[in-house]
């Protein structure tokens, strides 16, 4: 079964608005989880990776004051998309990474959400 | 740089075919491969991955994919191709950072 889930699954929102999407790590305490943002048709860019209890780690280009990333428990990171506008319109996929060992290198990924921005 | 280049944008086969999608990486440490599918506005599903071991490895719904070193290479076969095979496949590569990087992705047709 699913071991990551997001909500809401799908939001429609006006330009100005912000948007916070959950991620949940259901089946184990994840101390890092991570952002992708993809666009239509394209592959998976990663955004950030939150860290519980600290400060999210951005990739380049990506606006930290625009998508604000939480990690207030071990179980859930929160990813809010502050005044929001078309451009932002994509679907984001969150991930947390497995157990400890070789199966860390593998992530877990949630279902996705789809953001509209009109 | 690190890379990972999936050659081909579109491939459209029919049904029963055979299929083979590739993946090519650049990457300076042992690389842990995966090969993932996603279908219109749905998450990832793992296909299979390779950490270690015997270099062809089996995956899910009949997939198979071979690590090949010297190549630099991780190409996904499918034996005989379902209608419902249809979708958007993406290879990824990380190496011990659990940092993923992803390929740009191969859609794939399945003809009836």
């Known amino acids: 079964g699913a071991v990551v889930s997001q909500h809401p699954s799908r939001v429609i929102c006006k330009s100005g608005t912000s948007v916070k999407i959950e991620c949940r790590s259901l089946?184990?305490?994840?101390?890092?989880m991570f952002w992708y943002r993809q666009f239509p048709k394209q592959s998976l860019m990663l955004m950030a990776t939150?860290?519980?209890?600290?400060?999210?780690?951005?990739e380049q280009g990506v606006e930290k004051d625009k998508f604000l990333i939480n990690h207030a428990s071990l179980t859930l990171s929160t990813l809010t998309v502050t005044s929001a506008h078309p451009e932002d319109s994509s679907f984001y996929i969150c991930?947390?990474?497995?157990?400890?060992?070789?199966?860390?290198?593998?992530?877990?990924f949630g279902p996705g959400t789809r953001l509209t921005v009109l | 740089a690190q890379s990972v280049t999936q050659p081909d944008i579109h491939i459209t086969v029919s049904e029963g075919a055979s299929l083979e999608l590739r993946c090519n990486y650049s990457?300076?440490?042992?690389?842990?491969l995966f090969w993932y599918v996603q279908s219109p506005g749905q998450g990832l599903q793992l296909l299979l991955k390779?950490?270690?071991?015997?270099?062809l490895v089996q995956g899910i719904k009949g997939f198979e994919a071979e690590f090949k070193r010297s190549q630099s290479s991780f190409n996904l076969r499918k034996p005989s191709v379902h209608w419902s095979d249809a979708a958007e496949y993406f290879c990824?590569?990380?190496?011990?950072?659990?940092?993923?990087?992803f390929g740009t992705g191969t859609r794939l047709k399945v003809l009836a």
């Open positions: 991930s947390r990474s497995g157990l400890a060992g070789v199966s860390y290198n593998e992530q877990f």
């Open positions: 089946d184990f305490q994840a101390t890092t």
């Open positions: 939150s860290n519980e209890g600290s400060k999210a780690t951005y």
């Open positions: 990457y300076g440490a042992t690389p842990y």
């Open positions: 390779y950490f270690s071991g015997d270099t």
């Open positions: 990824a590569v990380t190496s011990g950072t659990y940092k993923y990087i």
